[in-house]
């Protein structure tokens, strides 16, 4: 998917809303785990009851692997799920990926190719040769952390180098890399005032934000301060809005959740 | 496995010799490609030729990932024939994770109970709270990226903060954590000298060290200034090792190269 056809999507369903696929065994709802795979089914009655509602779906990796082959199978589900039913939603394997050249590429064939996602979430630590191999790929885009939302984003990213905090270096240098037009960042929504000084270093680029609800920020400020001419942010939502209820109702209360969150968002896009 | 118990086995044989099972279907031998499963094929040939002089193995996630579900089945039939045959031998998930708390203790989950391994791979760009998860498995390890081989490196790692370089502070701040006594540190051989500085800040904890041969690492060296009272290095050999031969004798053919590496490691244990 071309970076204009997500904004176009964005704007027929009035909605930057992205919904975090994060399956945790124990915290679906007990009725679905007698189905031969309780994650798979999850997902679909969410993706069901909430696709119009989003732009984005993101299944976190981490929640896959944790259940070994089945979850992978199930992780294989959902992104062909999504591919054939919903073509015109943005994809993202939230992966926090990166290595060695070589090694970076063999990564972006896993989800680029074999599952054929739209983008990933990769790490910056390892440098450019890490990340640029999956800035080669056309139309699929590179999520690479800038600033999280958790608190250990202090214990790094937020040191000074050169005069300026790291993730602010990190998405400076970035900006020279080969293809760096199909890089996004990760942004998180804790401190709304940091998304100022992004838009100077980076005014165009989406940025993906979680920690809008569950985990504190602001969807008014953010938006304020973040919001680009092609809109620019995707905000998820994984917690708060997948496990909305416990019960039988989980997907409608997804559904409600997700509605609350798409109509701030359609008031913000039309003001 | 314990830290003493990886020093016994260094001991005994002789070998801090780590063998990287990167498999890539375009390099192994031909014949291979019509077995079942050429993958675990492969690794288990190498791994019958040479345990005996190694310690530990390593492969890393994205070569398996690449080849999706048949991919991650042959990544857990390797471990699995490792634990069973070779419990004596160190395992390491080379996979670079690292997120939020709650999906750190996932791939935690995912690398030390599903899969087995004894270790994992980590990324420190979220700080404290993305690495701790993994720290608090007891008799696992955790092995977090310092100062890496390849030429991204500088462009974060050697940034200078507070008047030290990022690699360095990022040690430094890791030895404040929960359990840090389970932290290992990935560090890359291409300056030895660099060995000499990290040893002052963690004069305890086993380096990792890919870079020795392909990637141009010289094993006195690094030995020189990176060895520690309990030893306190696992050197890495992937490609130069598995794939010295890309006939039927691959696999005689490895076990003659990390013999050589293992003779010059006995000389040295030796000295």
Not at 18 to 34: E, F, Q, R, S, Y
Not at 126 to 149: C, Q, R, W, Y
Not at 213 to 226: D, F, M, P, R, T
Not at 235 to 260: H, M, P
């Amino acid at each position: 998917m071309t970076t204009q056809e997500l904004t176009t999507q964005i704007k027929k369903k009035n909605s930057f809303l992205c919904i975090g696929l994060d399956v945790d065994l124990n915290k679906i709802p007990k009725h679905l785990l007698d189905s031969k795979d309780p994650i798979f089914e999850f997902n679909k009655a969410i993706i069901d009851a909430t696709h119009h509602l989003c732009v984005a779906y993101k299944p976190n990796t981490a929640f896959y692997e944790a259940y070994g082959i089945k979850g992978w199978q199930a992780l294989e589900k959902t992104i062909q799920y999504l591919n054939y039913n919903h073509p015109e939603i943005f994809t993202i394997a939230d992966a926090k990926r990166g290595d060695i050249g070589n090694t970076s590429t063999m990564y972006a064939k896993a989800f680029f190719e074999d599952l054929a996602f739209d983008s990933v979430t990769v790490a910056p630590y390892m440098g450019k040769d890490s990340v640029e191999p999956f800035l080669a790929f056309k139309n699929k885009h590179t999520i690479m952390l800038a600033l999280t939302s958790n608190k250990g984003a202090f214990d790094f990213q937020t040191l000074s180098v050169n005069n300026n905090e790291l993730y602010k270096q990190v998405l400076e240098t970035s900006k020279s890399w080969e293809n760096s037009e199909n890089l996004m960042y990760v942004v998180g929504a804790t401190k709304a005032e940091y998304f100022a000084e992004i838009r100077k270093i980076v005014p165009n680029n989406f940025l993906l934000v979680p920690g809008v609800g569950a985990q504190g920020g602001n969807l008014q400020e953010v938006c304020k301060y973040g919001m680009s001419e092609n809109v620019g942010l995707l905000i998820n939502s994984s917690r708060g809005t997948i496990y909305a209820s416990k019960n039988k109702d989980f997907a409608q209360a997804a559904a409600l959740d997700a509605l609350e969150l798409q109509e701030q968002m359609k008031a913000i896009l039309n003001k």
